[in-house]
């Protein structure tokens, strides 16, 4: 098989896969079964490298949570990630927002990111895989990058399925006013 004909074959691929990923409904996305809106969030609790050591959910009633989930620590997307969402933290607190990252590193692991990039939210450690289950963001053996914006009630109210990095966190500001503006 020449190069050419590979990569036609390679290209192809990748664009029926992109059409049907593009077919799928939102409630099944990549990463599996995505919990219904406009119910109670899963709940759950997780290590974290802040505090007692452990974070609920439900610690979080009263105010907004942007519940993210990430491949992995120290990697250029989820770095790039968790930076954006560090510079916009004081916009977040000023929203009454708490932010929580997730994925299967360790504690251990999420310290260290933290204390590299200066991070001031919560890192939890699903190394189980069963939170990114219940919310459909697991692949296998890592969080897919998906994120979900929780009211002060515990009720799921937006998800981020088509995340990118350099511009999500603005992404979910924006949606962050409409959903707050509406409930005001």
């Not at 974290?48 to 105010?63: A, E, I, P, W």
């Not at 907004?64 to 607190?93: I, N």
């Not at 000023?94 to 990252?101: D, E, F, K, S, Y």
């Not at 963001?137 to 009720?155: A, F």
Request: aromatic share 10%; proline share 6%.
């Amino acid at each position: 098989m020449s190069r050419r004909t590979f990569f036609t074959l390679i290209l192809a691929s990748c664009l029926v896969f992109l059409g049907w990923y593009q077919s799928i409904p939102s409630a099944l996305a990549l990463g599996g079964q995505q919990p219904p809106l406009n119910q109670l969030a899963p709940d759950f609790t997780l290590p974290s490298n802040t505090g007692d050591g452990n974070v609920s959910l439900s610690d979080y009633r009263g105010q907004w949570v942007v519940l993210y989930f990430y491949p992995k620590d120290f990697t250029p997307g989820c770095t790039l990630e968790a930076r954006r969402f560090q510079e916009d933290l004081p916009k977040y607190q000023a929203r009454n927002v708490q932010i929580l990252g997730v994925s299967v590193d360790d504690v251990d692991s999420h310290s260290e990111f933290c204390d590299s990039e200066g991070l001031k939210f919560p890192l939890l450690a699903d190394t189980t895989g069963e939170v990114s289950k219940a919310y459909g963001s697991w692949l296998g053996s890592m969080s897919v990058r998906h994120t979900y914006l929780i009211d002060p009630q515990g009720i799921l109210r937006e998800r981020f399925l088509g995340v990118r990095p350099a511009i999500h966190s603005a992404e979910v500001l924006a949606r962050l006013d409409e959903l707050q503006a509406a409930n005001s």
